[in-house]
């Protein structure tokens, strides 16, 4: 059984950092593409960051919003995969999602092509 679960979201000023971890078990991400969503109140969930498999290396993908604050990263032997996230602005807070693809490890925007979701976990940044 596959289970991905996140964590390390909390309430945080402006300007602060965050590092979200999603962890995955029954599940090895090797050539799977990766990634993180958010979603807040009254919104569609929304591609924030990928981390996808090629040849030549991790393939990585930001948001326009968060490019340049937000790093994506994963670790193959501890199964993990982190958000690193500075400078964060109010309209950073959401509800986290990390998510898989299990057929794919080409990084995609849209949220349906993602098999494997965590639980979630909220950030919320204070201004």
């Known amino acids: 059984q596959v289970r991905l679960v996140d964590s390390g979201g909390g309430l945080v000023q402006a300007g602060d950092s965050l590092t979200l971890s999603c962890v995955a078990s029954g599940w090895t991400f090797t050539y799977y593409a990766m990634g993180w969503f958010r979603q807040a109140p009254g919104k569609d969930r929304e591609f924030v960051a990928g981390?996808?498999?090629?040849?030549?290396?991790?393939?990585?993908s930001y948001s326009d919003s968060v490019k340049g604050r937000f790093t994506i990263s994963r670790t193959q032997a501890a199964n993990t995969m982190n958000l690193q996230m500075r400078s964060l602005k109010p309209e950073d807070t959401a509800m986290y999602y990390c998510a898989g693809r299990s057929t794919s490890g080409v990084v995609s925007m849209e949220a349906w092509r993602y098999t494997y979701w965590g639980q979630g976990t909220q950030v919320t940044v204070s201004s």
């Open positions: 981390i996808g498999w090629s040849k030549s290396g991790d393939v990585i």
